[in-house]
């Protein structure tokens, strides 16, 4: 049998740990959670994502997506008299100097600053990310033809324009603009033909937030980032990418944050969530409509055909 001196010693342990974790959770207040975040940098306002979630009792962590890149794991968020900071070390220079991170929680929004790797300090803004409602019995509209085989009616570039239209084709023979449709879609699927020569690398961005990787990865291990993965978040269930110079079709369908990819006629991703953008994304504006956009600043790609079909709301 336990003495009153040990059982006066847990309950003074355990009162301890919870005033502990009522502290931490005070502290911490709400950041946790899924932000949308826009940079103000040079100019632009860059659209970018933050996740944060806890470990354990005391520790945060979470994943973060710049303007470009892939998301990026960070193993502690750290908090001080209600402020929270975090570092991203660099994403291909391994020599580089991280981006360090510092925000404040404000009526429900975050707020802070972002020092780059040039040194130079920007401001950025947090909104939480909303909820995309999903229709498990959507009712389906007339298909669209996204591309008509003859021109690039219906679509613009964001540049400089390489895009051209050749026996039918659609192609990017040489790294350049991404091309980005006039019309903007809400929940659709899409069906597109497509193929690429050896080494290439393109995309296809769903409402312009959500990319869809196209590349020449037969033959890998799957991964977020290669043939089929939802660009730095999802991960195919295998790699069915073929060679290069061969066509090979996409079947997506996206219904809130809902996604299923068919990828040559194997179901590769089904019915997942994405969680937010992927870097390179338009905008941060994810309950609003958003158009259909092609990677071409990366390699050439051609497309024979792009068909849209829109869930009527």
């Known amino acids: 049998m336990r003495s009153k001196a040990t059982l006066f010693t847990i309950l003074t342990i355990t009162v301890l740990s919870l005033n502990f974790l009522k502290t931490y959770a005070q ?8 932000w949308n975040l826009t940079i103000s940098q040079e100019g632009k306002e860059l659209p970018s994502w933050l996740e944060i979630t806890h470990s354990g009792n005391s520790t945060l962590v979470g994943r973060f997506v710049y303007a470009f890149g892939s998301a990026r794991p960070i193993s502690e968020v750290k908090m001080e008299n209600g402020v929270f900071s975090f570092a991203i070390p660099p994403q291909w220079e ?6 360090q991170f510092k925000g404040t929680l404000e009526n429900g929004s975050l707020k802070g600053t972002m020092i780059y790797t040039d040194g130079n300090s920007y401001e950025w803004a947090g909104v939480r990310a909303p909820k995309l409602p999903h229709n498990a019995d959507p009712v389906w509209g007339e298909s669209i033809t996204l591309f008509n085989g003859k021109d690039l009616e219906g679509w613009y570039a964001e540049g400089e324009n390489q895009w051209v239209v050749e026996d039918g084709i659609l192609k990017s023979p040489r790294s350049g603009s991404n091309l980005i449709s006039d019309q903007k879609f809400t929940n659709f699927g899409l069906q597109v033909e497509f193929r690429y020569p050896e080494g290439s690398n393109s995309g ?10 196209i590349a020449d990865n037969a033959g890998l291990e799957p991964s977020s980032v290669l043939f089929g993965g939802v660009y730095g978040f999802l991960t195919p269930n295998q790699m069915v990418a073929k060679a290069p110079g061969e066509w090979q079709t996409y079947d997506i369908t996206l219904i809130g944050r809902r996604i299923t990819v068919i990828a040559n006629g194997i ?10 953008m992927t870097g390179g994304a338009l905008d941060n504006d994810e309950v609003a409509p958003g158009p259909i956009f092609i990677q071409g600043d990366h390699g050439p790609v051609e497309f024979k055909s792009m068909v849209l079909t829109p869930v009527i709301e």
């Open 27 to 34: 502290e911490v207040g709400n950041i946790e959670g899924r």
């Open 267 to 276: 179901t590769i991703i089904s019915e997942q969530n994405i969680p937010g």
């Open 204 to 213: 296809l961005y769903l409402r312009g937030r959500y990319e869809v990787q």
């Open 94 to 99: 391994p020599k580089g100097v991280d981006m």
